[in-house]
């Protein structure tokens, strides 16, 4: 939902998956010589560490979006591990406090916050806390503490429980954030509406007096001051029509794309290659993503981009769109620079591929026709 959010939370991610697999190697580490079985033992903090390298990959910017499917990858890792660890000191646990499987658990879940919602983090953490809890109902006889045994698995679930907690409450509060703005932008919009309208047409006002005064004025003005129509001047007459009527038509056939990256001002020589004015058909969300990646390649400091080439084809139901950038440096620091707009991108289009070559960086995703 909110992309550039999701990427300025990634140190949050890789924290979370460090913290986890600290707490599972040292815990595991300080408890090695009471277990019974060393496979199991290294098991344990390996399946936290498998579920922190499924977060962290998952939340990688060019992997985006984070998928269901990582969510519960990571839930599943976490459930192994509280498994394996109660495996591996079977017979020699005897108090419930020491378990670190659910703060781990806890710690990794915390980690997804800024990707899946409150709704999905509970459901995950749910389904953690019951193995869990069966864990600690198999284990209950064997701790020395004189309590009732649903005390053990209040003891045991309180860290799972309660980061988890904090992990939905922090995304349900992003999404909050993200809808409110999106509703303010949505009505700042509808506003202006009006102001763009008379903006676009005084625009539109202004490039017809600039080609009368390029090629209809200057004719007029010489036949003005000569007092006379020659033999020539049919001729003249019939070219600055047929130049004013060429004009006229690559003006009104211009596409939205097409009149944006020829604005004047901007740096990098672009190509839009697009007879079939395919993108008139972009939603809202391809635009913004594309004009925030297009004002990144302009930008020197971004980028150093020696040209750009655009290109839209129809292909059934969809369009494909081919962005060709020729840079000075690499084509690897062109694609990090660019990573937030291309993490962008993915998520508008679900279908982003990029190729690099030494000096190029291809850009292909498609769109359903509106």
């Not at 990858?73 to 000191?89: D, I, M, N």
């Not at 006002?205 to 005064?213: A, F, M, S, Y």
């Not at 006379?228 to 038509?249: F, H, N, Q, T, Y």
Request: charged share 20%.
């Amino acid at each position: 939902m909110d992309p550039l959010g999701a990427l300025a939370a990634r140190p949050l991610t890789l924290g979370a998956a460090l913290a986890a697999g600290r707490v599972a190697g040292v815990d595991a580490g300080l408890r090695a010589t009471g277990g019974s079985s060393p496979w199991t033992a290294a098991g344990a903090p390996a399946a936290v560490a498998a579920g922190g390298v499924v977060l962290v990959v998952a939340a990688t910017p060019l992997r985006a979006p984070f998928g269901s499917g990582a969510l519960w990858c990571v839930a599943g890792a976490c459930a192994a591990s509280g498994v394996l660890s109660a495996l591996a000191t079977a017979g020699s646990n005897p108090f419930v406090r020491d378990d670190w499987a659910g703060i781990a658990a806890g710690v990794l879940l915390l980690g997804v916050a800024p990707y899946r919602s409150a709704r999905e983090i509970l459901a995950a953490g749910g389904a953690v806390a019951v193995v869990l809890a069966v864990v600690v109902l198999v284990e209950a006889p064997g701790f020395v503490t004189p309590v009732p045994t649903a005390s053990y698995v209040v003891v045991a679930l309180t860290p799972l429980l309660a980061l988890t907690a904090a992990s939905a409450t922090f995304s349900n509060v992003l999404v909050g954030h993200v809808e409110g703005w999106v509703s303010r932008a949505t009505g700042f919009r509808r506003a202006s509406t009006d102001d763009l309208r008379v903006t676009l047409a005084r625009s539109v006002q202004q490039d017809r007096v600039t080609v009368l005064n390029r090629e209809v004025v200057p004719f007029f003005a010489r036949l003005v001051e000569s007092g006379r129509i020659g033999e020539g001047d049919a001729d003249e007459a019939r070219r600055v029509a047929d130049s004013l009527r060429a004009s006229l038509v690559a003006d009104a056939d211009a596409t939205w794309l097409a009149r944006r990256l020829a604005a004047p001002g901007r740096r990098v020589p672009t190509e839009v290659v697009d007879p079939d004015r395919l993108a008139d058909r972009l939603g809202p969300e391809h635009r913004t993503a594309l004009w925030a990646l297009f004002a990144a390649v302009d930008d020197v400091e971004v980028v150093d981009a020696r040209s750009l080439r655009v290109e839209l084809e129809a292909e059934e139901a969809r369009v494909d769109i081919a962005i060709e950038l020729a840079v000075e440096s690499s084509a690897a620091a062109a694609q990090r620079s660019l990573a937030p707009c291309l993490t962008v991108l993915r998520l508008v289009s679900g279908d982003l591929r990029v190729d690099r070559k030494p000096s190029h960086l291809t850009l292909r995703f498609s769109y359903d026709q509106h």
